[in-house]
């Protein structure tokens, strides 16, 4: 089994600053099997990249993912009032999927 | 409009057998995988079991592999998950999810039946 690492646990931010989540997997995962969730507060999780970079539709540019390998980043440019919530990994690649904790993205 | 709207969830004995249901609504079912994933609720989220759009690839986790049983009807647009001799520790949110493939990134999530395993 695959397991995903984020870090750090909590990132606690400003509106307008960069958030740099981390997403390690124990094994090399390829490209094409990585994505990113966001989850708010009482709401069901919503797709936000897959295949490592590319976005689901409707998601603003300010949310990129990038990496290769067992090291994975989603980046949010500017973070925006909204976008405070939990970001979860997952990989695809390998049975069974698995996803990661979770890394909190806070007000400061 | 997609939607996945999930029901059977309650309060139930450890040991007992309790049979979950997704109605799906807004797409052609019988072209896409579908998924049970659990969430304890402020926890993480965890993979339950897939199936192929053709029932003929079916996958669990571990931790329900022997106990739990996913099934689906292409007609009733329906998915289900027959879970026996349950566990204090299946308690949890169970999502019904749409994937491409068995092993896929999720694109649609039901808003989720609450199990609670406890005597």
């Known amino acids: 089994e695959v397991v995903l690492t984020q870090s750090p646990d909590t990132l606690s931010l400003s509106p307008g600053d960069r958030a740099t989540l981390s997403c390690r997997a124990s094994q090399r995962i390829s490209t094409t099997y990585l994505a990113w969730y966001q989850q708010k507060s009482g709401q069901t999780p919503r797709l936000l990249i897959y295949s490592t970079i590319a976005r689901a539709p409707g998601i603003p540019d300010r949310f990129s993912g990038s990496g290769s390998g067992t090291d994975f980043t989603l980046i949010i440019s500017g973070v925006e009032s909204e976008d405070f919530a939990v970001y979860f990994c997952h990989q695809y690649d390998s049975s069974p999927q698995t996803f990661g904790q979770g890394t909190r993205v806070e007000v400061k | ?119």
């Not at chain 2, 329900?64 to 049983?69: A, D, E, L, Q, Y």
Request: net charge neutral; with cysteine; aromatic share 10%.
């Open chain 2, 1 to 119: 409009e997609v939607q996945l709207v999930e029901s059977g969830g309650k309060l139930i004995e450890p040991g007992k057998s309790l049979r979950l249901s997704c109605v799906a609504s807004g797409f052609n079912f019988g072209n896409f995988a579908m998924h049970w994933v659990r969430q304890i609720p402020g926890k993480g989220l965890e993979w339950v079991s897939g199936i192929s759009w053709d029932s003929t690839r079916i996958a669990y986790a571990d931790s329900v592999k022997g106990r739990f049983i996913i099934s689906r009807d292409n007609v009733r647009t329906s998915l289900h998950l027959e879970m026996n001799s349950l566990r204090s520790e299946d308690t949890a949110l169970y999502y019904c999810a749409r994937g491409e493939a068995l092993l896929s990134f999720i694109d649609y999530w039901g808003q989720g039946t609450l199990v609670a395993v406890s005597a």
